[in-house]
């Protein structure tokens, strides 16, 4: 069974843009969740998805949005992408609630 | 609100040790508790799912205990290896389950 698939693995982009990561979850999985990675935060929960519907979301500013699909894969986006944005962003998907599964991140550089 | 400590942030042991890696929780109310391994720049790897009821799990050399009363998981890794060097976090499920808390991590150097 193929894992959780995150793409890009990396980009780089400068202040003012914004940018789409993409997650694809394991198959059967409905559940997905985006975290954000820092040196300093260290990993904090940005929201979740289940059947097209947030269910949670994190203590994050309005820039960081994302949505899911009727296949389950998810999308996140950062609108006026700051320097502090920089970070590795995981995604993680469970069949039921309280195991998830993550993938290998997209490392973000905002330059 | 829930808070997740780990300590220590840094350990390092020779090849052949045990070694108890920690984790602090302030809100005993707690529901499921995962511990992950994190190589550098990469993903995070699950190693062990103790759910709320249970005390303690395990996975080969791995043990994992609970003990929501004192607020605190344990970590125990036998026969320590050069290959498990990596970052480990613990990390806490909300009441509905759909979001993790983490700790800061335990980086853990074993030397050949």
């Known amino acids: 069974k193929a894992g959780v698939t995150q793409t890009p693995r990396y980009l780089i982009k400068t202040r003012g843009q914004q940018v789409t990561l993409s997650c694809s979850p394991i198959s059967g999985h409905r559940s997905v969740s985006w975290y954000q990675q820092t040196p300093g935060q260290g990993l904090q929960f940005l929201f979740e998805y289940f059947s097209e519907t947030q269910r949670n979301k994190g203590n994050f500013p309005g820039r960081f949005s994302g949505r899911q699909f009727s296949n389950s894969r998810s999308e996140m986006n950062v609108s006026t992408l700051e320097l502090g944005d920089s970070a590795l962003y995981l995604c993680?998907?469970?069949?039921?609630?309280?195991?998830?599964?993550f993938g290998p991140g997209t490392r973000l550089t905002v330059l | 609100k829930q808070e997740v400590t780990q300590i220590p942030a840094a350990l390092s042991v020779p090849e052949g040790e045990n070694l108890v890696l920690n984790c602090s929780f302030t809100d005993s109310a707690i529901y499921n508790l995962q511990w992950f391994r994190q190589d550098p720049g990469k993903g995070l790897t699950s190693l062990l799912l103790?759910?709320?009821?249970?005390r303690e799990q395990t996975s080969g050399r791995l043990n994992a205990s609970l003990d929501k009363s004192s607020g605190r998981s344990t970590l125990y890794i036998a026969a320590s290896q050069p290959g498990d060097s990596a970052t480990y976090l613990c990390?806490?499920?909300?009441?509905?389950?759909?979001?993790?808390?983490f700790g800061k991590g335990t980086t853990l150097s074993v030397s050949s």
């Open positions: 993680a998907s469970s069949f039921s609630e309280n195991e998830q599964f």
């Open positions: 103790i759910q709320s009821s249970q």
């Open positions: 990390a806490i499920y909300n009441q509905a389950g759909t979001a993790l808390i």
